[in-house]
């Protein structure tokens, strides 16, 4: 896809997938800072609509280099939050989602390294764990992805510490865990459980939960994710590592369905994921002196009030 027509002036800050659920927050709240902010989003899944109107869009596609290289001139650091997420969508469509997430990454730090950009600041996955013998989940864990997304995830962060230590690229893996909060996607195929579980509930339907719904996220407030990638823009170490972004506490899917409440209804389990997730976060907290503050039972019952219910 070819980049729009955009006069391209110097700016601060960068941000891939600034349409998306996680990156129109984090432009907000950069814009907030007094900084100028520049988006680069094809808008295949996020929407024009969410780019607050002070930051600068270049309407391009990551997968293309030359399309997106004017976008990191006078860039100081780049937060890369574009991404096809979701399971699903990985495994039956493993080529295009390795193509925006794995290639799409390698694109942005070329054309980081080439412009000169001081820092780049990669959106994880805690998906990249797979299943691990205990919790909670360590950075100094092996990886074990269980599916392309995850691979696709954690190649990205491989590759984000490979420029660092090829050519000294300041670079930090944030790894999200399950992020929800007001904005995420509600239809199509990057929703996520609660969405679902909202939007029959609205609807009047049964709840469907995969297997015996005993499995456990660490569901984890986009308010928080961004207050950590705030912090990131200037923290002392930015060597490359991979560092938990988690609330550090687990809901089983049972829990979700009872407090939005409803019928429910049980389906086959769900190939490719990982039973649990719970992030030991206290690599976050000394190093960017991040710690949660929304609680989970709060950040939920805020998307239940936006929702009607």
Not at 120 to 134: F, H, I, L, T
């Amino acid at each position: 896809m070819a980049a729009q027509q955009t006069k391209v002036s110097s700016v601060g800050v960068l941000v891939t997938g600034g349409g998306g659920f996680i990156g129109s927050h984090l432009v907000r709240a950069l814009l907030e800072r007094g900084l100028k902010v520049r988006v680069i989003d094809n808008f295949a899944t996020g929407k024009r609509e969410n780019v607050n109107s002070g930051a600068e869009v270049i309407e391009a596609d990551i997968r293309d280099l030359d399309a997106i290289r004017p976008a990191f001139k006078g860039i100081d650091c780049v937060y890369h939050v574009a991404a096809l997420p979701r399971v699903p969508l990985s495994i039956e469509r493993p080529v295009e989602t390795h193509m925006v997430n794995v290639v799409g990454t390698l694109n942005v730090l070329i054309a980081a390294r080439d412009a000169g950009v001081r820092r780049v600041v990669y959106s994880g996955s805690s998906s990249a764990y797979g299943d691990q013998p205990r919790l909670p989940l360590r950075e100094d864990m092996t990886p074990n992805p269980m599916n392309p997304y995850a691979l696709q995830k954690l190649t990205g962060e491989q590759y984000t510490r490979l420029f660092h230590r090829l050519f000294s690229l300041q670079t930090l893996t944030l790894r999200y865990f399950n992020v929800f909060g007001p904005g995420m996607a509600t239809e199509g195929a990057y929703v996520t459980v609660i969405s679902v579980f909202l939007r029959a509930r609205r609807e009047g339907k049964p709840l469907t939960i995969c297997g015996d719904g005993e499995q456990s996220r660490d569901f984890t407030h986009v308010r928080d994710v961004v207050r950590a990638n705030l912090l990131a823009l200037d923290c002392p170490v930015a060597d490359g590592r991979a560092i938990n972004i988690g609330n550090g506490r687990n809901i089983t899917i049972n829990r979700v369905a009872q407090i939005i409440g409803g019928p429910v209804l049980t389906i086959a389990p769900r190939p490719g994921d990982a039973r649990h997730t719970l992030a030991d976060n206290s690599e976050a907290l000394r190093t960017l002196g991040w710690r949660p503050e929304v609680a989970f039972e709060d950040g939920l019952g805020e998307l239940m009030r936006l929702a009607g219910l």
